[in-house]
């Protein structure tokens, strides 16, 4: 019973992470409503890729047809999110911070998570089929700075 202060901090330093982790996910890398990296001056990610890298108009076009599955899978794993964050909410509420189902839900959360990085580094690299050379160049520039940013914040 000595031990039940500790595992409390545990269980509230695994939640706190998983809070933290969708937090960072979110803002790390996930652009908004498309891509994936959320700039400081986010004007939105078409203004974004017309004002910085210059689409073109059959381009943009090539990207909305990328820009449906990973919209829908984005979708996805952010209800995979939610309803992994309900079920650890109501683990707490019924059998406390040490319930022995904290543990998988809290894995559940983890997982839809890299899924939804995973997934925002593939649409990137989805685009970057569409982008010219130039393009691409520019865009991982941009994506490795707002990282960078995202970092030190």
């Not at 933290?20 to 979110?26: L, T, Y």
């Not at 986010?42 to 990328?66: C, F, M, N, Y």
């Amino acid at each position: 019973m000595k031990n039940i202060p500790q595992i409390i901090f545990f269980l509230l330093t695994i939640a706190g992470a998983g809070f933290a982790g969708v937090w960072i996910g979110q803002t790390a890398f996930l652009m908004p409503k498309q891509v994936g990296i959320v700039y400081k001056n986010s004007k939105g990610i078409h203004a974004l890729l017309h004002e910085e890298l210059h689409i073109s108009a059959q381009q943009e076009k090539d990207i909305e047809e990328v820009e449906k599955e990973y919209n829908r899978l984005k979708s996805l794993y952010r209800a995979q999110m939610r309803a992994a964050n309900m079920e650890l909410a109501q683990a707490i509420k019924e059998g406390g911070y040490e319930a022995p189902e904290i543990d998988s839900i809290v894995h559940k959360i983890h997982k839809a998570m890299g899924d939804l990085q995973s997934l925002s580094l593939k649409h990137l690299a989805d685009m970057q089929k569409i982008l010219t050379e130039d393009q691409n160049k520019k865009l991982r520039e941009m994506v490795v700075e707002q990282l960078q940013h995202n970092a030190r914040e």
